[in-house]
């Protein structure tokens, strides 16, 4: 399969070609000739899939004819974060070189009066956080009425950030003929009725089920108690224990991302820390020294979770045991990229276990101990107490919104392992089918956290 034969025009065939891609990735491969006809998609990929490209070359290619309007944008793509915005507008840098096309980025956390500019002179793309999109609707800046395709892109996280009424209240204001593609990298009740109210006979394209995304990435659990310091320690211990490039070390709270930062500062680790609540040019300034290597570690919540595209990820640590089993997923796909091999290590604590067992449920396997236990099971003893701890596990990001409106503490209903049933059982990873406990490049004397910080270098 080569990108000659997806539909895509001669000038997106020569973009794609610059930018070095050889051949559409499996979602490019469905998704494309779909989408250059004007049909609806209804993607669930994840990131690292090559699904922005998968809806960036066709809009380029059905954007090459007509133009655009002052304040009137032909196209809509809304991205949960703005890092993830960001991103996609990169990729138009990228691919839509040679276009000349009007990209306005709007998101929160930078002035209006760029993005207004943007606005006036017509914008054939506009690619925004859904807060900050109906700021400049409600200031008269922005006219919906124009938009010919309209992209819903990372819909799961838009549910998760509270999104959900905002993305139904935009999408009533544009055209009922455009074009909708809709990703997802899962499927829960409330993001299937939403596809099911805003998309028109959409063609289905499922890529990698969430559950298959881990086979290149090699999964560890360590035990640990629930006392901080001990916690904190454990997470050292592991991040000495494998022969880290850069690794993302993800906490469930706010809170806990500035602690672990300082703690692993104060232990000579070259770290840095991303949660939702920094400013976006803290955030911007922490992720470019994380992507040219200046750090080589990065605390961080889930929100900065679908927001980085960093192909060169060695290690995941996740602090916590993620609430939402689908949280864990995400989190664990910043490694093993592109084919690569991955590794993620989780602590686990006696009163994780109720989520850790959610997780292999949705995974359909048990992710072996770095001990070389066998049981999926800490010690039982401490569970009732998980939703009582006061600890924020089953709150996340304030308790901003709830999917359904519930709070979940531990392995909830939320858990849905049905709901990919309809999903090809993966085959186990080999890795984790051979049982084999020790992590890949096991230390060789060489995890100091100055080591560590020194291989730093991007590849
Ligand atoms: P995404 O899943 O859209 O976040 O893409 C993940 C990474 O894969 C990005 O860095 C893309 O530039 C890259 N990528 C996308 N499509 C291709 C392709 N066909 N060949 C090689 N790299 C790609």
Redesign the pocket.
Same mark, same amino acid.
């Given at each position: 399969m080569s990108f000659s034969n997806l539909g895509l025009s001669p000038k997106v065939e020569a973009a794609?070609e610059a930018?070095?891609? %050889? #051949?559409?990735?499996p979602i &490019?491969a469905s998704a494309i000739p779909i989408a250059v006809t004007g049909r609806d998609v209804l993607g669930i990929a &994840? /990131?690292? /899939?090559? #699904? /922005?490209?998968?809806f960036v070359l066709p809009m380029l290619t059905r954007l090459e004819r007509g133009r655009a309007r002052a304040r009137m944008p032909r196209t809509l793509i809304l991205e949960p974060t703005r890092e993830l915005a960001a &991103?996609v507008a990169e990729?138009f840098e990228?691919l839509g070189k040679s276009h000349k096309l009007t990209v306005a980025l709007l998101i929160g956390g930078v002035s209006y009066d760029e993005q207004d500019k943007k606005l006036d002179r017509g914008a054939d793309v506009v690619i925004a956080t859904p807060g900050r999109l109906l700021d400049h609707r409600e200031r008269g800046k922005l006219l919906l009425n124009g938009v010919e395709i309209l992209v819903v892109d990372e819909a799961d996280r838009m549910l998760d950030m509270g999104f959900i009424p905002d993305i139904e209240r935009i999408c009533k204001m544009l055209p009922f003929t455009r074009q909708t593609l809709f990703f997802s990298a899962t499927m829960p009740p409330e993001i299937a009725r939403l596809a099911d109210n805003f998309l028109h006979n959409p063609e289905r394209i499922e890529v990698s089920a969430p559950a298959t995304a881990a086979t290149t990435i090699v999964q560890r659990l360590k035990k640990t108690s629930d006392e901080p310091a001990a916690k904190r320690q454990a997470l050292r211990e592991l991040m000495k224990e494998v022969d880290v490039k850069n690794a993302i070390i993800f906490c469930n709270r706010k809170k806990d991302v500035g602690v672990v930062f300082r703690s692993l500062q104060r232990h000579g680790f070259n770290v840095g820390a991303l949660h939702g609540d920094m400013d976006q040019r803290q955030r911007t300034a922490t992720l470019d020294a994380f992507r040219n290597g200046t750090i080589a570690f990065l605390a961080a919540s889930d929100v900065a979770a679908r927001g980085l %595209?960093i192909?060169a990820v060695s290690h995941i640590f996740n602090y916590d045991v993620p609430v939402h089993p689908e949280d864990y997923i995400h989190r664990i796909g910043r490694t093993g990229?592109?084919g690569r091999e991955g590794f993620a290590a989780m602590l686990v604590t006696p009163k994780d276990r109720k989520a850790l067992k959610a997780i292999e449920a949705m995974l359909r396997q048990e992710i072996p101990w770095l001990d070389g236990a066998s049981s999926s099971a800490p010690e039982e003893a401490a569970e009732t107490e998980t939703s009582e701890r006061g600890n924020g596990r089953g709150r996340r990001r304030g308790g901003r919104s709830r999917r359904g409106g519930q709070q979940s503490s531990g392995a909830s209903s939320e858990a849905k392992p049905a709901q990919r049933s309809e999903a090809p059982k993966p085959a186990p990873s080999p890795e984790a089918a051979e049982g084999n406990s020790r992590p890949p490049k096991a230390a060789e004397g060489n995890g100091r956290p100055q080591r560590a910080a020194e291989g730093n270098g991007r590849p």
């Open positions: 794609v930018a070095g891609f %050889d #051949k559409p990735t &490019q &994840q /990131t690292g /899939t090559g #699904k /922005t490209a998968s &991103q990729a990228l %595209d192909p990229r592109a």
